[in-house]
C-alpha cells in the first residue's frame, strides 16, 4: 500500500486542497481535507470541485489498491450526487471498490462533513499498464 502514499505526494491538486490521506486498507482509501478559503464557492460553503476531487482520488486510490503493481488507474467516469453543502470542514471521502474485474473496476465515495454526507459518487476506474 506504500504506492498509494508515494502516488497521492505527487498529486499537485491535493496539495492545493490541502487534503492527506487518513487510511489504507485493499478496496478502501479515506482522504481528508480542511474547507479553505481558497475552495469555497460564493456563499462560503465548499466548492462542489473540491468534493468531486477528493471524492474521485479517495475513490481511484481504492481502486489502485486491488490492482497488481504493474498498474496504475485512471477515471473513465465518475457521478455525483451532491446532497448537502460542505459547511464546516475537514471533509472526508471514502472511497471503496465495489466490483473489481479485469477491464474495470466499479468504484464508489461518500464524502461527508463531520456526520453528514455531503455527497455520493459511483463511478468506473480502469487499469492502465506502466
Known amino acids: 500500500m506504500q504506492r498509494i502514499y508515494k502516488s497521492f505526494e505527487r498529486q499537485t491538486m491535493m496539495k492545493t486542497l490541502g487534503a492527506s490521506i487518513t487510511k489504507v486498507k485493499k478496496g478502501l482509501v479515506e482522504i481528508a481535507a480542511p474547507i479553505l478559503?481558497?475552495?469555497?464557492?460564493?456563499?462560503?460553503?465548499?466548492?462542489?470541485?473540491m468534493i468531486f476531487s477528493i471524492g474521485d482520488s479517495a475513490a481511484g486510490y481504492a481502486a489502485l489498491s486491488v490492482m497488481e503493481n504493474d498498474f496504475e488507474v485512471l477515471t473513465v467516469e465518475m457521478k455525483?450526487?451532491?446532497l448537502a453543502?460542505?459547511?464546516h470542514g475537514p471533509l472526508r471521502a471514502i472511497g471503496t471498490v465495489e466490483k473489481s474485474g479485469r477491464r474495470l473496476v466499479i468504484v464508489r465515495a461518500d464524502v461527508f462533513d463531520g456526520e453528514t454526507k455531503v455527497a455520493l459518487m459511483q463511478g468506473t476506474m480502469i487499469p492502465v499498464k506502466i
Open 37 to 49: 478559503e481558497s475552495s469555497k464557492q460564493q456563499h462560503g460553503f465548499s466548492h462542489a470541485g
Open 80 to 82: 455525483i450526487n451532491l
Open 85 to 87: 453543502p460542505g459547511r
